[in-house]
C-alpha cells in the first residue's frame, strides 16, 4: 500500500504564492503519475495537476501559466508551486497517487 502525506497549505494573501509538497511512503515502485486535485464544500473534487513518473505534465486551464508541478522520484514527492493566487483557489489540496489513493489534505486559503 502506498500513504501520501501532504505540507505546505497556509492562508495566503492573493497575488502570493505557496508551495505544496506530498511524500509517499509504503510500496512507492507501484506509482506511476501522482498529481493534486482540490475541493470547496459543496462541490466536486477537481483536477489541479498530475505527472507521470518520465515528467510528463497536465494541467487544468483555470491554473496553467500559474501553477507548477514538479517530481523528486528519488524522494517520491511531488510538488505544487503555486504563484499569482487568487481567492478562487481557496480549497483543500489533496495528493492524488493512483487510483483510491489520496492524502488526508491541506487547505489553502486565499484572501481578497
Known amino acids: 500500500q502506498v500513504q501520501l502525506v501532504e505540507s505546505g497549505g497556509s492562508l495566503v494573501q492573493a497575488g502570493g504564492s505557496l508551495r505544496l509538497s506530498c511524500a509517499a511512503t509504503?510500496?512507492?515502485?507501484?506509482?506511476?503519475?501522482m498529481g493534486w486535485y482540490r475541493q470547496v464544500p459543496g462541490k466536486q473534487r477537481e483536477l489541479v495537476a498530475t505527472i507521470t513518473r518520465d515528467g510528463t505534465t497536465n494541467y487544468a486551464h483555470s491554473v496553467k501559466g500559474r501553477f507548477t508541478i514538479s517530481r523528486d522520484n528519488a524522494k517520491n514527492t511531488v510538488y505544487l508551486q503555486m504563484n499569482s493566487l487568487k481567492p478562487e483557489d481557496t480549497a483543500v489540496y489533496y495528493c492524488?497517487?493512483?487510483?483510491?489513493?489520496w492524502g488526508q489534505g491541506t487547505q489553502v486559503t486565499v484572501s481578497s
Open positions: 509504503g510500496s512507492t515502485f507501484s506509482i506511476n503519475a
Open positions: 492524488w497517487g493512483g487510483v483510491g489513493v
